[in-house]
């Protein structure tokens, strides 16, 4: 089940919210946890048994490294715990991809496994292993399976993040506080995520859809790709996060901000500062560090950010391209860091605001592309290797019929909108009783009116997918 | 204050959020969408089964799609939204240009003129080959070929279609109409022309086929609206057609049959007329062979036609040059079937589609 479905937001959400509002506090994590369960096992049935023995593993862990704290047994549990843990990770969904490998290197046939990749696998599996590590790192461990069920399988981040770490909200799983602050805010968030998704997104999707199935490309075309492709992942992906956050608040919890605007960034480096923040952190905290991060000599400062770069592009897909794609960032975060953003810091800002929009651009060309060898190609026919013409009759078409929503996303892509919203809803006209009451009926119809919209979009169609659901 | 704001706040937009929900839930399932001219899908069956292979959960989707509350109003408000606020120029592939609705239809389908080719090319030569037919084809452009390019909208190559075409089946003469037909001969909200404006149309094939026709028509016009196929997928408030058709003795007297249902008709089906798509009045819509004979014919000549929707509104203007006149629709007749219906011996035979139905991969097995 997506949040973005009607299924979701008029027959799963309502009965959920019912029944998370009338039970009692100390019944609140079963509803949270039973509610979770339908929504995964919506989209599977059978693999809902799989997360179900991730957690009650992570449980037994936890439980045993907190026992043996201090003793070497505690080690051995934690390296068990991560090793079964990324043991489900590779099989379900890496096991496919070695196997063709090998098959191609050394001209073997054994057979694909063709298991289904069970969804949010990645997002779930994380989470364990960081609530494993801090276990071992000190913090303690969670004595209620229902409580660490919950926070593992909790649906509003359970399948496309953030990755919550459980240190953030273990308070909240056993006291949190309803406010109605948080749930208008909820609310606010969530409806914003929607129609990020629904409004932008899904309708960005279906013009890289036609580009893909147009018969009449262009040098342009690939550029309205490359941009639309670019902006289709940031509102999907950022609009999911937004509607979890928004429902965490709705129940109480407190979940970490996964995108800042990454593409007001000043460099590569800050990019991924504002992009999948959690993911980026969790990377950093459980990996970089570890391996020494940049305490250690030049040459294994290196070592360390290609292995974490390798990680970030594999954990987003078993395809050569994903693997590409994260070693495509360390290159430019290493040049970055060694040589270039002492210079760029001298540099007129719009040449290193298009520096970093080209990169990442192409980075999403990469991201996007079915394997390398149509990610080369489509980076060349951008740069005038294809052989095609500049523009054709249908780009322009095209052009004209999306040019408004294309400009739509690029300043919903930067702070401008939230920065007018928030001085308008701060201004002084609004500290009297009428400027509240009216600035909290213009937001509300705002709200509304998007969310309106946003259901008439879901109603008529059916261009609808998470890209995010694969990883 | 802010207490009190988020409180109200809150609940404004859940009184909102639970009502449309609870009418989800209530709302009684419709049958059918008559703007879509659908069936809508009911709630799935619900067992272990079902449950476990998923497919009651795809089901339902569906389900709650079709079934939502004030759902052809949400399908409008979107398309309102995607034309006047972020000024798309189509709404899911359909776009209005004065008034007239089209689909976008931009590439030449190879696969699609291929199995057309294929198809009529099997027919003739399990049928025709070395008998003394004489056999003609043409075809009816769409919309898009008087609307798209004219308008800065993405158009297929015609000029390529024809030339395939012509490739493919030259062993048939061509008979071209393309420059008798302009916009205003179809209807706004339908893919489909108007009888009233195809009679130059009408005595163009048949005079190319060695037929004369110069028949008196009276114009009829249906009293109901006439909704098209692109009035329920363009989803924008638009006025509806009128049917008009076109009738004389001669047609009054013709005896038409049904041999997929083994019945006699109308030349014009009333009680289709009142019905859901009334197009279908027209040799009652979709039915893979049909004859009609004109007991009034000064000839002996017969007329089979090999045709799509559009062949059912030009046939009964061709009667006045035939003593009877065959239509078989190859898209729901197997040719193997063929030839129970038709003796082929020195009869004028005419292959004639539409190019929305030549250029359409699944119109042609």
């Known amino acids: 089940m997506v949040f973005s479905s009607i299924p979701f937001l008029y027959y799963f959400l309502p009965i959920v919210l019912l029944c998370y509002a009338v039970a009692p506090a100390k019944c609140k994590n079963m509803v949270l946890l039973l509610a979770s369960l339908v929504f995964y ?22 439980l045993l490294i907190e026992k043996h704290r201090g003793t070497i047994h505690a080690k051995y549990y934690m390296i ?11 099989y379900f969904k890496y096991a496919d991809f070695f196997i063709a490998n090998i098959n191609m290197a050394t001209g073997l046939s054994l057979p694909l496994l063709k298991v289904a990749l ?24 969670q004595h209620s399976l229902l409580n660490l069920a919950t926070y593992i399988a909790m649906f509003p981040q359970l399948i496309a993040g953030p990755i919550v770490r459980y240190t953030d909200i273990a308070k909240d799983l056993t006291e949190r506080v309803h406010r109605f602050e948080d749930i208008a805010y909820g ?12 409004l932008i997104a899904n309708q960005l999707g279906e013009l890289c859809d036609i580009f893909q199935s147009s018969g009449e490309q262009s040098v342009l075309f690939f550029w309205m790709y490359a941009i639309s492709v670019s902006l289709q992942i940031y509102f999907d992906f950022s609009g999911y996060s937004d509607m979890a956050i928004g429902l965490g608040r709705l129940f109480g919890f407190k979940f970490m901000e996964n995108f800042n605007y990454p593409y007001i960034s000043k460099s590569v480096t800050e990019f991924w500062r504002r992009w999948h923040i959690s993911l980026g952190s969790w990377f950093r905290d459980y990996i970089y560090i570890p391996l020494g991060g940049n305490r250690v000599s030049k040459g294994r400062h290196l070592f360390n950010i290609f292995v974490v770069w390798f990680l970030t592009g594999f954990w987003h897909g078993a395809a050569w391209n994903f693997i590409v794609w994260g070693l495509y960032f360390a290159v430019l975060l290493v040049i970055e860091k060694f040589f270039m953003l002492k210079y760029m810091e001298r540099m007129p800002k719009v040449l290193v605001h298009g520096y970093v929009l080209l990169a990442s651009v192409i980075s999403f060309v990469i991201f996007d592309a079915a394997n390398m060898a149509s990610a080369f190609a489509y980076i060349g026919a951008m ?25 739509l996303a690029l300043i919903g892509a930067t702070p401008l909108v939230k920065s007018i919203a928030n001085r308008i809803m701060t201004a002084q006209w609004t500290e009297s009783t009428l400027g509240t009451v009216l600035s909290t009926a213009l937001e509300l119809l705002v709200l509304i009116v998007l969310f309106v919209v946003s259901t008439a979009y879901l109603v008529d169609g059916s261009f609808n997918p998470f890209l995010y659901f694969r990883f | ?36 001219r659908r069936p809508l899908d009911q709630f799935p069956t619900l067992n272990v089964n079902t449950l476990l292979n998923g497919s009651f959960m795809s089901k339902f989707e569906e389900y709650t799609l079709d079934q939502f509350p004030l759902r052809d109003d949400f399908r409008s408000l979107k398309a309102m939204v995607s034309k006047y606020v972020l000024g798309q120029k189509d709404n899911n592939n359909i776009y209005i240009v004065d008034g007239q609705i089209s689909e976008l239809d931009v590439a030449v389908n190879e696969k699609a003129l291929s199995k057309a080719i294929n198809k009529f090319t099997t027919i003739y030569d399990t049928y025709m080959k070395d008998t003394n037919v004489h056999v003609y084809y043409s075809m009816i452009p769409d919309k898009n070929y008087f609307l798209a390019e004219q308008h800065g909208y993405p158009a297929l190559d015609y000029d390529v279609l024809r030339e395939k075409l012509h490739i493919g089946l030259d062993y048939m003469q061509y008979i071209d109409i393309f420059p008798l037909l302009s916009i205003g001969d179809y209807y706004y909200t339908d893919t489909h022309w108007r009888q009233d404006c195809i009679v ?13 026709i110069d028949t008196v028509y009276t114009t009829q016009e249906l009293d109901n609206p006439f909704y098209g196929v692109y009035y329920g997928q363009l989803g924008l408030p638009v006025d509806a057609d009128r049917i008009t058709y076109l009738t004389n003795d001669t047609l009054a007297n013709c005896i038409v049959y049904d041999h997929q249902n083994d019945r006699e008709m109308s030349v014009y089906d009333m009680d ?5 798509d009334p197009y279908e009045m027209f040799l009652g819509g979709s039915l893979a062979v049909i004859t009609i004979d004109n007991p009034n014919a000064n000839t002996d000549k017969e007329l089979v036609i090999f045709r799509d929707s559009f062949g059912s509104s030009i046939a009964p203007l061709l009667v006045e040059g035939y003593a009877k006149i065959t239509l078989l629709d190859a898209r729901y007749l197997h040719q193997n079937m063929i030839g129970n219906f038709v003796t082929f011996d020195n009869q004028d035979v005419l292959f004639l589609h539409s190019t929305s139905v030549l250029n359409n991969e699944i119109a042609f097995k």
């Open chain 1, 41 to 62: 096992a919506w989209g599977e049935p059978k693999l809902v048994l799989l997360m179900a023995v991730s957690v009650v593993l992570g449980y037994v862990f936890g």
């Open chain 1, 80 to 90: 068990a715990s991560i090793v079964i843990s990324v043991g489900f990770l590779g």
């Open chain 1, 118 to 141: 069970p969804i949010g696998i990645s997002f779930y599996t994380f989470q364990l292993i960081s609530y494993i590590v801090d276990v071992y790192r000190g913090t303690a461990a």
């Open chain 1, 187 to 198: 609310i606010r968030r969530f409806v914003i995520g929607l129609s990020k998704k629904v």
């Open chain 1, 383 to 407: 740069f005038g290797f294809g052989g095609l013409p500049l523009v054709s009759v249908e780009t322009l078409y095209y052009l004209r019929s999306y040019a408004i929503l294309l400009i």
């Open chain 2, 1 to 36: 204050m802010k207490q009190k704001k988020y409180r109200i706040y809150t609940c404004v937009f859940a009184v909102l959020f639970f009502s449309l929900s609870i009418v989800c839930w209530l709302k009684p399932a419709d049958a059918f969408s008559v703007t879509e």
């Open chain 2, 200 to 212: 130059e149309v009408a005595k163009h094939l048949a005079d190319a086929m060695g037929t004369d």
């Open chain 2, 272 to 276: 289709k007329a009142a019905d859901r």
